[in-house]
Structure formats: structure tokens, C-alpha cells
């Protein structure tokens, strides 16, 4: 049972940068498809970024293509979300998620029910 950890959520003005990173229980997380989902209140959970067992990595989500990139570390430790530009519609809690690379080492998806492994969320709020 992997236990994901999310980090780097904060309160930013708007135009500013944040990384959130995502690890797992100190495991590596090397042979797993990784996804990056947010959820703003009211609205339904939505998929941001994935990346793939090879590091194929996908921006999922029109209205952050350009902005947002999602990498791994090279010890494959950790796999970070950064967020560039920020606006206040970016405002949401922000989850990692875990699944097994069904679809092979090359791809990723934006489903949810593709990942089995959900950590509880870093709140990312822009304003002022």
C-alpha cells in the first residue's frame, strides 16, 4: 500500500510560481503512472498533468498548457508539478495519484479510475 504525499500548496498572488511535489511513502516511483488532478470547490475533480513509466509526460488540461509542466527527478523519487503563471481560476486542491502502467511504459491517462493511489491534497490559492 503506497502512501502519497503531496506538498508545496500555498496562498500566491497572481502571476507567481509554485512547485508541488509528490512522493510516496519513500518508495521509488519508477514503475507507476503518475497523474496530477485539482479539484476547485464546487467543481468536479479534474486531470492536469500525467507522466508516464518512460517520463512521457501529458498536459491534460487547456486552460494550463504553457504553464504548467509535470517531471520526474532523476532518482525517481519524486515527481513535481510547477506551476507557472498562476491565475485565480488555477485555485484548487491539488492531488497525486498512483497507478500501474496498464497502458504501457509509454502512456498515461487522465482517468481517474487509472490510478489506485490518491494522497489527500495541497491547497493552492491565488489571489490578491
Known amino acids: 500500500q503506497l502512501q502519497v504525499v503531496e506538498s508545496g500548496g500555498n496562498l500566491v498572488p497572481p502571476g507567481d510560481s509554485l512547485r508541488l511535489s509528490c512522493d510516496a511513502s519513500g518508495a521509488t516511483l519508477d514503475p507507476y503512472v503518475i497523474g496530477w488532478f485539482r479539484q476547485a470547490p464546487g467543481k468536479e475533480r479534474e486531470a492536469v498533468a500525467c507522466?508516464?513509466?518512460?517520463?512521457?509526460?501529458?498536459v491534460l488540461t487547456d486552460s494550463v498548457k504553457g504553464r504548467f509542466t509535470i517531471s520526474r527527478d532523476h532518482n525517481k523519487i519524486t515527481v513535481w508539478l510547477q506551476l507557472n503563471n498562476l491565475k485565480p481560476e488555477d485555485t484548487a486542491k491539488y492531488y497525486c495519484a498512483i497507478g500501474d502502467p496498464a497502458g504501457g511504459d509509454y502512456f498515461c491517462s487522465g482517468a481517474r479510475e487509472a490510478y489506485d493511489f490518491w494522497g489527500h491534497g495541497t491547497q493552492v490559492i491565488v489571489s490578491g
Open positions: 507522466i508516464s513509466v518512460r517520463g512521457g509526460s501529458k
